[in-house]
């Protein structure tokens, strides 16, 4: 049996929600201390258990609210599940929001030095790679400008960019590959083939059936936050569509 690199046993992530309407975040602490607020749970995900392989590209499907963004952040650590586990083995670089972890007011050029500290890369490090990271976000003419002024495509050009430079272990996507033309997905599905051949394991959500198709060995299909079925790419797919 191939080497497991994520292991999700019955997770379930239950929310809190309020049940009625507040104007403004002080009549929220307001009722909050007088203990006047109401709340509705609401299972985001319920009883999910699945594995994925080390060097498997591994897809989730399903429609908007059914869960996949709120797993694939309990997969990175983010989140903390409600009920159960998922254990990660190996590096994890995730790319689960566009923008996420940039300083809006800092420019292309220092958003990249300051993600490669979060990350733990050294500033020489960085310097090594900074050209191969601008070169593949196609972001030349932009790089010294303020991410604030980035539309979120150039945003998550430049993210998926900093993620895979450095080839990690465990790599998640998260609709990134549906921004930017034609040209630009060509150019992440490469080079998420260029990780695969690396044994990278990569975890892919995507409303693109047609991606999920062309880069998935195994799929995960979610629906109100539960698993209908977990299995070969064109099996998942057909009955996804059908459903």
Same mark, same amino acid.
């Given at each position: 049996? %191939?080497? /497991? &690199? ?5 997770? &379930? ?17 307001? /009722? ?7 709340? &509705?749970?609401?299972? +985001?995900?319920? =009883? ?21 963004? @709120? ?10 599940? &409600?009920?159960?586990? %998922?254990?990660?083995?190996? $590096? ?7 923008? +996420? ?7 292309? /050029? ?6 490669? #500290? ?12 900074? =050209? ?24 998550? /050009?430049?993210?998926?960019?900093? +993620? @895979? ?12 590959? %549906? ?17 695969? #051949?690396?044994? @990278? $394991? ?39 569509? %059908?459903?």
């Amino acid at each position: 049996m %191939a080497e /497991r &690199t994520v292991i999700v046993k019955n997770v &379930t992530m239950e929310f809190n929600m309020v049940s009625e309407k507040v104007d403004s975040l002080k009549e929220y602490f307001i /009722r909050m201390f007088k203990r006047q607020l109401n709340f &509705t749970s609401f299972k +985001a995900l319920e =009883d999910v258990s699945f594995d994925v392989h080390k060097g498997e590209i591994f897809g989730i499907v399903g429609l908007n609210g059914s869960g996949k963004s @709120t797993l694939l952040k309990i997969i990175s650590g983010i989140l903390k599940p &409600t009920k159960g586990s %998922a254990e990660v083995v190996g $590096t994890l670089s995730p790319l689960i929001e566009l923008g +996420a972890g940039f300083d809006p007011e800092l420019t292309g /050029r220092e958003n990249i030095y300051l993600n490669g #500290s979060v990350l733990g890369y050294s500033r020489r490090f960085m310097d090594s790679i900074f =050209d191969d990271i601008v070169e593949f976000s196609e972001l030349e003419n932009f790089i010294d400008m303020q991410i604030k002024n980035y539309s979120s495509g150039m945003q998550a /050009r430049l993210g998926f960019s900093i +993620a @895979t430079v450095v080839k990690p272990q465990i790599l998640i996507c998260d609709e990134v590959l %549906a921004v930017g033309d034609f040209k630009f997905q060509k150019k992440c599905e490469c080079r998420i083939q260029e990780l695969m #051949s690396g044994n @990278t $394991t990569v975890i892919i959500v995507s409303h693109s059936i047609k991606q999920i198709r062309e880069l998935c060995d195994r799929v995960l299909w979610l629906k109100d936050g539960k698993v209908v079925m977990v299995g070969e790419t064109e099996e998942v797919c057909d009955m996804y569509i %059908a459903g």
